[in-house]
């Protein structure tokens, strides 16, 4: 997979794309992240990427010429592409959308500031608005960041073990279940008998409830009644909990 970031703070992603994750899906040439500063597509001596809104208002509107200039580098260098515009007025990033947008061999992410980006550049050139939450940041980088991180552990080899991705939290529109490891008493509070007595199945299904409790407790609006078998409708913490699918 290729990912082209446009922003004015290229710096920003130095220390998170250097680490973990995004650095070995790099190294092991699994994903190619490249970052590319607008200012380098201004034209002017002062290197001017914003402007005054038309019609007043305060704040600064990004132009649309150094946007434009460099996204028609970035495409018509590489084939087919998606270009996302990281934006609150976007679409909710959702584990959905993730697997959805992992599949993708080209994205293009687009970092405004100020008030924006001018809406022209959105008509013409952007193919989905993402969201990474209903709060306000100063610019797209943290989100442009979120979306990568989220993106790179999916693809395959990028996780030493893919099954451990596929058990994500969200991946089955459930919250993750509880983990433990050593020691097996800890403070005075041991760790449930059932992941230490060997039975893979039990273990399996004492997670498969556990996740669905908690989802129920935390986010029951994710459970989807319907889609939980007989047996874990049975559970009846979750049961009360949880309210009826829509008819
Ligand atoms: N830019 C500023 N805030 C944002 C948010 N919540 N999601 C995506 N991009 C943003």
Redesign the pocket.
Known sequence: MQIDILTIFPEMFEGPFNQSIVEKAQKAGIVRIRIHDLRNFTEDRHRTVDDTPYGGGGGMVFRPEPLARALQSLISAEGPHRTI????E?RP?TQRLTNHLSLEPHLILL???YRGIDERIRTLYVNEE???????????E???M?LVDAIVRLLPGAIGNFESAQSDSFQEDLLDCPWYTRPRVFEGMPVPDVLVNGNHREIARWRRRQAILRTAERRPELLDREALSEMETEIPEARAITPEAPR
């Not at 515009?85 to 609150?88: E, S």
């Not at 993402?130 to 797209?140: A, P, Q």
Request: hydrophobic share 40%.
């Open positions: 515009f990281l934006t609150p976007g990033l970092c405004g500031h993402v969201s990474i939450g209903d709060y306000v940041l100063s610019g797209g943290l989100p442009a979120v």
